[in-house]
């Protein structure tokens, strides 16, 4: 089976984000760079998937030099080949421009499925692998808690609110994960992996080799972008219930100040 | 020109969904700003009888795609019909909730008409007849405002639970318009669906949530939790050290890779506040902790908190909820 894995590369979750100067960008240095979480679930998924099947999951992404350490990670899991787009031509790309290019380099690759994260846990965008299926034409199923697939059909369970759903498609299809660490429990990369990943093929290409051109996926074509941005709201730390009460008058003290001063209950 | 603001209701079982009223209400008020029409599309099997609802929340004309094939959510029928009805409504503007099938509806709509979309939205401001609309970043961390390239189309799903939705008027009718579509053939295909019929309220939409971590010690401990939910009328959710050990499924977990919840009371038991915690509901509005360590961080963003062992303080705390209800 021919899988691809659509991979980002995104800020450790537990990272520290000042805004730059410019006041819409985010300073880099000194950030701890990770697979986005979900997308690291899908590259557990397609491993799985060729531990069935057979057949090479190519990792693709988009980004500067620095992404590629996130590839070498997914190709020292297990992945076979990967494919990085940097072109500075996709600095201020949307999401719909990048998409566009994703697309273009799945269907150079033509696999029999494409794999992601239903969002990034950086931008959180929320539209790479729906936009991508609109864009190749193929059939979507979001939010994958579980995939089987028999080499022709995929099914998937997902979640709505208030329940789940049963899903599936005929192959090719885009699938995105949703479930948590827990469901996916992606795998390390072995010593002997990272070894290997060294060795492992890592193309590096430009939009013209994808046969795109700045103007339909580039900055100038960007239909949205963010103009800026602002700390959140600061929380402060509000009272602490204690005093000389017992359990009960902790509980009383609470639920009197649910109900009068913050009015919740 | 455009002549409109578009509204895409979710409609399941009956009804629609709450966010639904929100985003209408929402659009009535940029329609207003902008000093044009506001359009509803109400989509799914037996949604004409509830379409009329969307006047109520000021929508002047709704476009009606009622088909026994769109009983379920399917983005290979929903996003070309739809697509459809907006060519037609020639909107400046589109708001669909930020559920999770708006969410994947949004992305596809987009992608089809070329527009720039902005998931997630908390805010929406209008400025010299601009738009702009403000999300969530990095888990919270930051906020992120955007704006639209001139004459792009602008397209926002908005978070549910926080825009504030119109008081009904049963009074105000909207023009109802039943759209006759072609459904088109699909290739994926809904094999089932395992609804939770116990009346719980989802995470997402819930007013009161109680939470519990890995300070439960075990599974059957969070019965303490559902108790108290009951009482208070609250969904439960957890964090993921609670989830990872297997003592909650992976839906209720609450954070950065969990649900984005946005309650008006979170309760964290047991719960430290990781950042990656914290990005799933630092902005509920208020915040109790409950938490036998002092110097947990999760005390430094609760409004309310309680120094005290979880086992002794929530069945407590039941109680006097208990006495409190009952004497309102
Ligand atoms: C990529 C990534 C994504 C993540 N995504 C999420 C996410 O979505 N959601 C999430 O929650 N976490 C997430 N995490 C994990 C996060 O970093 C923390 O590990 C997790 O939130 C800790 O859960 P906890 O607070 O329940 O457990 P702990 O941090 O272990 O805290 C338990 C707390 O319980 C208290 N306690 C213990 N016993 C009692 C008692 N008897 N009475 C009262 N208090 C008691 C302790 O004092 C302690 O503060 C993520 C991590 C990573 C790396």
């Known amino acids: 089976m021919n899988i691809v894995v659509l991979l980002k590369q995104t800020p450790d979750t537990e990272s520290v984000i000042r805004i730059a100067d410019d006041g819409k960008s985010i300073v880099t240095t000194d950030l701890k760079w990770i697979i986005n979480p979900y997308d690291e679930f899908a590259v557990e998924a397609a491993l799985r998937l060729k531990e069935k099947h057979g057949g090479t999951v190519t990792i693709v992404s988009w980004g500067p030099q620095r992404v590629v350490e996130s590839i070498r990670t997914a190709l020292a899991m297990g992945a076979d080949k990967g494919v990085l787009i940097d072109d500075s031509a996709l600095d201020e790309s949307d999401s719909l421009g990048i998409a566009k290019v994703l697309a273009a380099a799945v269907k150079q690759l033509n696999p029999d499925i494409v794999l992601c994260g239903h969002r990034a846990v950086d931008y959180d965008h929320n539209q790479r692998g729906p936009m991508v299926a609109e864009l190749l034409g193929w059939p979507h199923l979001p939010l994958a808690l579980s995939m089987e697939c028999d080499g022709q059909t995929v099914k998937i369970e997902r979640p709505v609110e208030g329940g789940k759903m049963i899903l599936s498609s005929p192959l090719p299809v885009v699938v995105t994960m949703g479930g948590s660490h827990a469901v996916w429990n992606p795998r390390y990369a072995s010593l002997p992996g990272i070894m290997k990943a060294k060795k492992k093929p890592l193309e590096v290409k430009k939009l013209a080799d994808l046969g795109l051109s700045p103007d339909e996926c580039g900055g100038s074509a960007a239909k949205i972008r963010l103009v800026e941005l602002q700390r959140p709201p600061e929380r402060k730390a509000g009272k602490i219930i204690n005093g000389n009460l017992d359990t009960e008058g902790k509980a009383r003290e609470l639920v009197r100040l649910l109900h009068e001063e913050a009015g919740v209950i | 020109m455009a002549e409109s603001v578009c509204i895409v209701a979710e409609y399941r079982d009956g009804n629609f969904r709450k966010v639904s009223f929100e985003i209408a209400s929402e659009g009535r008020r940029i329609a207003d700003a902008l000093g044009l029409k506001l359009y509803g599309i109400a989509v799914g099997s037996g949604v004409t009888a509830v379409a009329p609802k969307l006047g109520h929340y000021g929508a002047d004309k709704v476009f009606v795609i009622d088909n026994p094939a769109l009983e379920h959510y399917n983005a290979e029928t929903y996003a070309p019909v739809i697509a459809d009805v907006i060519k037609d409504a020639q909107p400046a503007v589109v708001l669909l909730p930020a559920s999770m099938n708006g969410k994947d509806l949004a992305a596809r709509l987009a992608a089809r008409l070329e527009a720039g979309l902005a998931q997630d939205s908390t805010e929406i401001a209008i400025s010299d007849g601009k738009i702009k609309a403000k999300r969530p970043l990095f888990g919270g961390k930051c906020l992120g405002w955007y704006e639209w390239a001139d004459g792009a189309l602008v397209m926002i799903s908005c978070r549910p639970n926080v825009m504030s939705c119109l008081t009904p008027d049963e009074g105000k009718q909207a023009e109802i318009v039943s759209v006759n579509a072609t459904i088109p053939a699909v290739k994926s295909q809904v094999l089932g669906a395992e609804m939770d019929t116990s009346g719980k309220v989802e995470l997402t939409e819930a007013d009161i949530i109680v939470s519990g971590g890995r300070g439960m010690k075990a599974a059957e401990n969070f019965a303490i939790l559902e108790e108290l939910a009951k009482v208070l009328g609250a969904a439960v959710g957890a964090s993921r050290a609670a989830v990872d050990a297997g003592w909650r499924p992976h839906s209720d977990q609450v ?37 036998k360590d002092p110097d947990a961080p999760i005390f430094s963003k609760a409004d309310y908190g309680i120094v005290e062992d979880l086992f002794k303080f929530i069945p407590a705390f039941t109680e006097e909820v208990k006495k409190y209800k009952s004497t309102c």
């Open chain 2, 255 to 291: 954070g950065q890779t969990g649900k984005v919840v946005t309650p008006n009371l979170y309760i964290a038991v047991g719960i430290s506040g990781a950042i990656q915690h914290l990005a799933g509901m630092g902005s509920s509005k208020y915040i109790v902790a409950v938490n």
